[in-house]
């Protein structure tokens, strides 16, 4: 229990008033005669030790100054062996390829499916037989194909010859479970050359536990629960549904044959042809389909209703939801036919299907998944409506239908050749869904997110350590490996920002032939980068001349992101440095690349005198080191490299460019294109944050901003706000940080106001941008607004509801909790008292009241939930997180008596501690706790070295920041006041029924 300390009695008088005992899990602070004698009596004994602690503590300090345990003194716990492999690189070779002896052609595929309980034993299954018919390429007498999780009736296999149907008499029958393989062994040989069809009879079930291959999902309609089949083979799971040569390379056409009840419909790649009835059942037959890779194939079987249209070329393009979310299902059809019709334009290639479909379903494990003609989505992900969603569910439904139809000429139409090589799938349709959106939303100014959206993410990823992988990396063919390789953030977003890049050395025109040239080539065939780079080097060949494959090889290959460095030597000289920048400065930007290590960077750069941002100066970086001389180029002119981050580097300047570019943007910001204006606040804080140059200098390029209107600038400098904020959180000078802040964001609040009704993408978000970080930094207005808001859910919560739009609530609560007063926290404590909600109840921690947030975590302590009530303090103040901290380092035992994780709870504070004294309290902790097991060791170390860059960072940095903010903040007002229009509170609430987008 909390002891109410004698001095506030006004705290449990209030808590008494809200009744707490009464339903509310909480206890009941009660104040007795007793317990106040006893206070007095323990207030008389602490003043008493504190004068005997004063007499003596002169000598006691002196005499332990020097006694002070150093970190080489403690004990500390062993360290593990780091192990030095990349991410990715295997040392066996994987053996598990299909061997290269046998290619399909063509599948004819039968199917029964039962899914209903009137099926009695056989619910919930499917019965199939499988044709296959291969060519033979060398001689054997061993077939492997994949199957899993299928039961294979031996008997029926069968192997015939070809056209006259010899059989080859079977030998024996087997499986390989590590490679999903059935093996089966023939008396007689196939020969070379010849063709042969495989005849299978098997059956599988229709799991509603396991969504990969094919299963069955339900839906709720009217209080009726629905069952819908459906299919999720990529990148391995085909084999799950009938047996296949399960590789993406090896394409062939099929035949679907599905018999369904009639209550249903049966979808898949291709239209029907024609369907036969036999009482309650139907068999559907669908055409042949284009040749394709297995991973490709689908079918489906559901009762959803669906809304149609024709496109230009005469698709038919088919969306299809659930009954009760159709009318939501217009948006994705209009910009789906719109799109499609964009990349045929595009590519001078027609999408080669009569049909297109998409279906919606309200549980599907990827967003979206680009079988031919038979697209699969989350629902969250397809439906759109403008008068319950926010635009940033808009934006979410383009993205991902453009991804998807993108994918049907990169990766259907053209497939890599083995998963390896998923880049040139995933890296393309990542990259034309911006295109394709820019034709059907131009007014989002869509190639202006690509940097915060992609570009940023993929850096981030690419740059955090040695062991990142590349864009092409060896796969093994099992679920595990192949899935594991999808790495979201290289595979989807770098691979993007390279091919964005080749527009630094490489026209439109050339590019946009290249790929058309690149798709024609291998039409239904499989390729790998070499296919990709002798395109665009024909391309260009007399235009350029470049050779792609020469400059891209160094991109694809290996991992990482180049630090370009530019110093000037000379009135119109500059030297250029590469090196590999990481985030993490152990790993220093200034080592010697190995040569294997160099990347070939095309270099896009303008200056003061020029200032040409369209058609930029352009050169490359070929060796480790170089020196250009730039005509024109005068003493007092600023130099911009990587215009408009077009390219995928970072680029350091010496400290007089970094003062020039500042105050060029404190003359006259919009002489720099917004991007190019992104990618330098990007790029200075960047290096700044990972101790490459002193922050002061990125802080010098946001004076200016109070002027800045453009949501990706600022969405760039608030992505950095937060590792910022937690260096200074916990230190003297962070009052003036928030007051700089404060004064930069207040004129942005005040001309974009609380209005969220908006339609407008780019306003929606700036609003978003602005009451966030307005209210986090102090702004009376903003927490004003909040408190009223808030107010208005308490007290009437029947009728008020702030649903949470793109994360505004959890704002809105955090700001009224820390502007309010003890019944604003009681309110919220007791309205959102489940902890499984972490999101939702974590602004109870923005409170500013020490003894408040000590008895919360106290009672999380008793719950067993002590991880859960710190992790909610952790960033919301000082006050909370030296109440976690403290905590947590004097009542460790228990924790550990609760969780033997509690070891890895240090993590999580790890990155705010950045003093001298946080550094000795977590090695005193590690000597403390040095018998701990091997893998909290490991998690103990890396936090240790977190703390100590962190430290590092703040010693070099908090003198000159502390000189900075006390200058730029000078003449500024502690708060600027309100200037907006009147804020309709109504409108908030009714505009907060926006339905959240979902992750």
Known sequence: ???????????????????????????????????????????????????????????????????????????????????????????????????????????????????????????????????????????????????????????????????????????????????????ITTRKSLIAGDKYMISITYYGQLRMDDPLGFYLTSYNHQGQIRWVALTRFEPTFARKAFPCFDEPQLKATFDIVITHRLNRTALSNMPVVRTVTDGDWRTTYFNTSVPMSTYLVSFAILDFNHIERVTSSGVQFRVWVRPDKIAEATYALDIGVKILSFFENYFQISYPIPKMDMIGTPVYPPMGLENWGLIMYQESRLLYNPAVHSPDRQFEVASIVAHELAHMWFGNLVTMDWWDEIWLNEGFASFFEYPAIDHVHPEWQIWDQFLSETLCKGMAADEGSRLTRSMVQNVEDTPVGVYDFQDQEITYKKSATIVRSFGSFLSDEVIQNGLRTYLNTHIYGSVDSDDL????????????????????????????????????????????????????????????????????????????????????????????????????????????????????????????????????????????????????????????????????????????????????????????????????????????????????????????????????????????????????????????????????????????????????????????????????????????????????????????????????????????????????????????????????????????????????????FAPFLNTEEDLQQVMEFGSRYNDMPTSAAASFYRSLDIVKRNRSWLDKNRDSVARWLEDVTRDLPSHVPYEGRDVDLSKIVSASRIQPDLE
């Not at 005499?63 to 295997?90: A, M």
């Not at 404190?666 to 490459?692: C, E, I, M, S, Y």
């Not at 008292?833 to 919360?856: G, H, K, M, V």
């Open 1 to 183: 229990m909390l002891n109410i300390p004698s001095t506030t009695p006004h705290h449990t008088d209030r808590m008494e008033s809200h009744g707490l005992e009464k339903g509310m899990n909480v206890e009941v602070f009660t104040t007795r005669k007793r317990t106040v004698y006893i206070a007095i009596i323990v207030v008389v004994l602490l003043l008493a030790l504190v004068a005997l602690a004063f007499f003596f503590l002169p000598q006691i300090s002196s005499e332990s100054n020097n006694c002070q345990l150093k970190g080489d003194e403690l004990k500390l716990p062993p360290k593990p062996e780091q192990d030095p492999s990349p991410v990715g690189v295997r040392a066996i070779p994987f053996t598990g390829r299909l061997p290269e002896t046998l290619v399909p052609e063509h599948y004819v595929i039968w199917m029964k499916i039962y899914m209903d309980t009137s099926d009695d034993i056989k619910s919930n299954s499917y019965d199939g037989k499988i044709n296959i018919t291969v060519k033979c390429t060398k001689n054997t007498n061993i077939v492997k194909l994949h199957t899993w999780l299928l039961n294979i009736d031996f008997d029926s296999i069968s192997i015939y010859r070809l056209p006259n149907l010899d059989n080859l008499w079977i030998g024996n029958v087997g499986t390989n479970d590590t490679n999903n393989f059935l093996e």
């Open 533 to 908: 780079w002798t395109a665009l080097s024909k391309a260009d060949r007399d235009v350029g001349g470049t050779d792609v494959k020469r400059m891209m090889d160094s991109w694809t290959l290996q991992a990482g992101v180049p630090l370009v460095t530019v110093s000037r030597i000379g009135g119109d000289s500059v030297k250029i440095q590469q090196t590999q920048f990481f985030t993490i400065p152990e790993e220093p930007a200034t080592k010697q690349l190995p040569d294997d290590r160099r990347w070939n960077i095309p270099l896009t750069y303008t200056y003061k005198s020029e200032h040409d941002f369209q058609s930029p100066l352009t050169t490359w970086l070929l060796t480790e080191e170089d020196t250009i001389k730039i005509r024109g180029l005068t003493r007092p002119d600023w130099i911009v490299f990587n215009v408009n981050q077009t390219g995928y580097y970072r680029v350091n300047y010496d400290n007089e460019n970094w003062e020039k570019l500042a105050e060029a943007l404190k003359r006259n910001f919009k002489v720099f294109p917004t991007q190019t204006r992104a990618a330098l606040l990007n790029d200075a804080f960047t290096l700044a944050l990972a101790g490459h140059i002193d922050i002061v200098y990125a802080l010098q390029l946001t004076e200016y901003l109070h002027l800045e209107t453009e949501y990706v600038v600022w969405e760039m400098v608030l992505k950095h706000l937060p590792k910022m904020y937690s260096h200074f959180f916990r230190l003297p000078d962070f009052a003036l940080f928030e007051k700089y802040w404060r004064n930069k964001t207040t004129p942005l609040y005040n001309s974009l106001g609380w209005d969220l009704s908006t339609s407008d993408l780019l306003e929606y978000r700036k609003r978003l941008q602005s009451i966030k970080v307005s209210c986090a930094y102090g702004n009376n207005h903003c927490l004003q607004t909040s408190h009223q808001l808030f107010r208005m859910e308490m007290d009437n919560p029947q009728n008020v509801t702030l649903v949470n739009i793109d994360g505004l609530v959890k704002t809105v609560y955090c700001a009224a909790i820390r502007k309010g007063d003890i019944d604003d926290w009681m309110s919220f404590h007791c309205k959102n008292n489940d902890d499984d909600d972490f999101e939702a109840t974590s602004p109870i921690c923005c409170t500013r009241e020490a003894w408040l947030l000590q008895w919360y975590l106290e009672k999380h302590h008793r719950q067993n939930k002590t991880y859960i009530g710190m992790m909610k303090m952790l960033d919301k103040s000082k006050v909370g997180f030296s109440t976690a901290w403290e905590f947590f380092l004097e009542r460790f035992d228990e924790l550990l008596e609760k969780e033997e994780d509690a070891y890895d709870y240090l993590s999580n």
